[in-house]
């Protein structure tokens, strides 16, 4: 059983940064994917960035963010980071971290293990 919990949410004004932190804990296999994904009132969920958990260069990320967010792995501390940059008010949102075996990494579908969830407030 994965249990996955997220940290580092909160308020910044539009054009700071934040790092979002997700630790975890059970097994994860080598070729899973870690990815972050966001979901604000009245809107769908979307995938964010993905990592591979074997595989550190392997990283995904959403148009939305890309040049912006940049996600990365401490594997001796079994800890994803979410660095957040340049943040704008439409990033608002909770953020969830999950994990899973699935063959499209910025898909929610592609997972079966969620964190709690971080909230990230941009204010303008």
């Known amino acids: 059983q994965v249990q996955l919990v997220e940290s580092g949410g909160g308020s910044v004004q539009a054009g700071g940064s934040l790092r979002l932190s997700c630790a975890a804990s059970g097994y994860i296999g080598a070729w899973w994917y870690i990815g972050w994904f966001r979901q604000a009132p009245g809107k769908e969920r979307e995938g964010v960035a993905a990592i591979i958990r074997g595989s550190s260069s392997s990283t995904y990320y959403a148009v939305a963010v890309k040049g912006r967010f940049t996600i990365s792995q401490d594997t001796d501390k079994r800890t994803t980071y979410l660095q957040m940059s340049s943040l704008k008010p439409e990033d608002s949102a909770m953020y969830y971290c999950?994990?899973?075996?699935?063959?499209?990494?910025?898909?929610?579908?592609?997972?079966?293990?969620w964190g709690q969830g971080t909230q990230v407030t941009v204010s303008s």
């Open positions: 999950a994990a899973g075996p699935g063959s499209s990494p910025l898909r929610d579908d592609s997972y079966n293990y």
